[in-house]
């Protein structure tokens, strides 16, 4: 059997979204040719990789064979292809498809714990166009960074999980703080609807006194077993009808929103001998409501800079919103 009936049987079977995700991945590999100097096909491309794909060879496998094909066979230097050198430097809204590599200037918005080992760090970094995650891998020996500085990261290669872009930071990568002062782009946005759910790390918290992350446990991921200071804050969903937001009320808002201040909490917590009791206090008051919400959307999570109570809805209003919702909606 020739290499394009292969790929012509191997098609077949391949169910259009998987087609979609393999085309990806092949033009991954192009790009990275290209910027060797390499000249090669899509379609060469597809047919290498459609025959050992054939034969059970793993994904990853596949992309390392079929680079280091074209490669060594286009006299490139392999040290220097792997190396790379630095790849340019772009816009994090660019690195919108799977496999991209680039160079980013950016800003740590924010730090999350990870329990993994093989994870350095995770979290959010971004510029004027926007936020996205980043994983720097144990691996990459990087510079470890810090929350509200920034940094330039050359060569960090992205992809995709749930569907949503993040950028990987891996042995080839390398980190550099910089002073750059650089304004992080968020989408504003505003949102009527009832808070379905006051999510775990909600409540009555305790944070570092050094960095301001929560602790759990009594630990911060930063600072280790620390003597933390008390908080409140609100991680909740909020549901317009349509689609549920995660929303994140700060010390401010939540004191507001729930007319419990942070002594009024601790004490309580102190009462009950139960931390839980003020984030079940918080659903008292709050669950099932409705809101107006103005935030920045970072990420998934609407960082909330106001929020407004909306008043007991009668039937009037009910009639009113069902006039507003579009016909295909409802």
Known sequence: MSESERTLKLKNKQNPKEESQMDTKIKGIQDKLTKAGLAISEEDL????DLLKEFGVTEEEIIRSVTNHYATQGGVDMKSFYS?????????????????????????VQLWNSEHASIGQVGLVGDETGTVKFTAWASANALEMEEGK???????????????????INKKSTIELVTDEIEVGY?????????????????LIKRCPQCNRSLRNGVCSEHGKVQGTYDVRIKGSLDDGIQSHSVLLNTELTEQITGMSV????????????????????ENRLLCRFFIVEGSKMDQ????????PLAEIGQEDIQLLKTAIPAEVA
């Open 301 to 308: 999570t609407i960082l909330v800079s106001s929020i407004t």
């Open 263 to 282: 002594d009024a909490s601790i004490a309580m917590a102190i009462e009950a001998m139960d931390q839980s009791v003020v984030v079940g206090e918080f």
């Open 187 to 203: 989408e504003k946005v505003t949102i009527v609807g009832a808070l379905v759910n006051i999510q775990n790390g909600s409540g």
């Open 150 to 168: 920034c940094y330039l990261i050359k060569n960090v290669v992205s992809s995709v999980f749930n569907e949503r872009i993040q950028i990987g």
């Open 46 to 49: 597809k047919a290498r990789f």
């Open 84 to 108: 790379g050198g630095t790849n340019p430097e772009v816009k994090v809204n660019t690195l919108d498809k799977e496999n991209m590599w680039g160079t980013v200037r950016v800003k740590v």
